[in-house]
């Protein structure tokens, strides 16, 4: 009976999830892509993969861990004002907004729906060490506990 639940709990999931993934991955390429294409190619692309990242192969699958973590780097980047660099042709503010918000949903949308299938990250105890080592960076003093 718990496995029949189970299998019909991710089946509703994948279902729902259907429609979404077709509408992500349209918004992605229509407002992600060009800007990529503009002002990130040139130094992740095919001929130069500067900090050892290709921008023009990386696709917009999310459900992909490796790849959901370049997309985060990319946004995280693009938000703060790093890339592109000053040397290279900027964006209009207006228009690196709209990319990281896009990107930003895009990947909070990944993040749920990873949230839905595979849960949420367990919490764990420290064992002794751990746990001294941890006081040990806090406090800045030795204490034993084992």
Known sequence: MKRIVQAALLLFAIV???????QEAKGFDEK???FVKNYCI???GPDTQKAGLR????????????????????HDQVATGQMPPRKRNQPAKAEADTFTKHLREQL????????????RVLLRRLNATEYENTIHELVGTKVRVK
Not at 16 to 22: H, K, L, V, W
Not at 108 to 119: F, M, V, Y
């Open 16 to 22: 729902r999830a259907s429609p979404a993934i077709g």
């Open 42 to 44: 040139d130094c992740h």
């Open 108 to 119: 909070h949308t990944a993040s749920l729906t990873r949230q839905e299938t595979k849960g």
């Open 55 to 74: 921008l023009d192969k990386l696709g917009s699958d999310l459900t992909d861990e490796a790849k959901l973590a370049k997309w985060i780097r990319v």
């Open 32 to 34: 992600v892509v060009p």
